[in-house]
C-alpha cells in the first residue's frame, strides 16, 4: 500500500488524496496505471525502431539515386572479363599447384614407404647387432675362459718341466748305478722313458759257483713326481720280491744293491740244491724255504733255510719224523752253528744217532 501512493506520489498528488478515501479504489487505479506504464514501453520501444528502420531506408534512397563511377577500363564487360581471364588463370595455377601437390603426395608416400622399409631393415640390423653384440659377449667370455686355462696350463707345464728335469736326473743317476753295477753283473738295459727303467740282470756266478747259468733277472723301476719309487720283479727266480720294493729315490741304490744280493743269495741256494739232488733224497718247498730230507723210507727231517743264506742267513735243522711221529733232535746239534745244507745233509747222513 505504502508503494502504491509513493506511485500516486509520482504521478498525481490529486489523486493522493482522492485515494486516502477510497482504499480499494485506489487498489484497483494503481493496478491500471502500472499496466498503462507497460504498455507505454513496449509502444516507445517499437517506435524507436520503425524510425529507426525509415532512417535506414532514407539513406538506401539517397545511394539508389547517385549515379555509378565510371570504369577506366571499358565498364562491366571488360572487367568481367579481366576477372574471367584472371579466375581461368587461378585455376589453372590452382590446377597447376594441384598437380604439384599431388606429384608431392606421391613422392611423399613412396618416401614414407621406402622409410618403413628403412626402419625395418634398421630393426632388422637393430636384432642382428643384439645377436653379435651377445655373441661377442659369449667369445669374449669364453677367451677369458682360454686365457685362465692357458695360464694352468703354463703354470702346469711349467711343473711338467721341473718334473721331467726331475726325471732326466734320476735317469742320468739310474743310468750311473748301472754303469757302477757293470763291474760285477751283466746288465742290458730293456726300455726307458720318463717314469720307467727296465733291466735285465744277470750275475756272472763265481769261481765256487756251479757252472749252471743262473735264471734271467728282469726288473722295472718307475718312479713318481713326489719322488718316490717302486721296485718289481718282471722275469727270475719265485718268492725273490714278492710285493715288490718301494722307498725314496734316495734309496734306490740300496733297494738294488738288496735284491741283487738276494738274487745271488738264491741263486747259490738253487746251484746248491742242484747239487744235492744227485747225492741226497731231498725236496725243496720254495714257499717255506723249506728242504725235506729222506734219509730212509721212515726217517724225514725238515731244514728251515732263513732269508740271505748262504750269505748272511743259517740253515737249522727244523724237526725229525720217523713212521710219521716226531724224534727228539736235542742230541742232533752239530758243533758248528753255520752249517750249510751240504754240512747238514753230509751230518744227518752220517750220524749214527738216527
Known sequence: MAEARAVLQRCDPVLLGSCRD????????????????????????????LDSMMSLLESAQQLLMQPCPAHPGGGAGSRWKSLKGDSRSRTEETETLLRSLEDKVQQIHSRRHTLTQLIEQLESKKQQYEQLEESLQKAQNALQLCDYQLNQLRAESETVLCQLTSCQQIRDELQVYVSSLQDVMQINLLSCNQSELCLELRPRPSSDMSSNEPELLKLAVTWSHDDRFTLQVRAGPAGLVEDGLSGRLSELSAALLEVMQRYLSQFQLLSEIQRLRSSFAIDWRPAGRRLVYLKSALLVFHLQVDDGYPGSGPARLLSA????RPLDTSGLQPLRSDLSLTDWLVFLSSSPLV
Open 22 to 49: 477510497s482504499e480499494p479504489e485506489a487498489a484497483r487505479m494503481l493496478l491500471h496505471l502500472t499496466d498503462s506504464r507497460r504498455v507505454q514501453k513496449v509502444l516507445g520501444r517499437q517506435l524507436f525502431v
Open 321 to 324: 719224523l720217523r713212521d710219521g
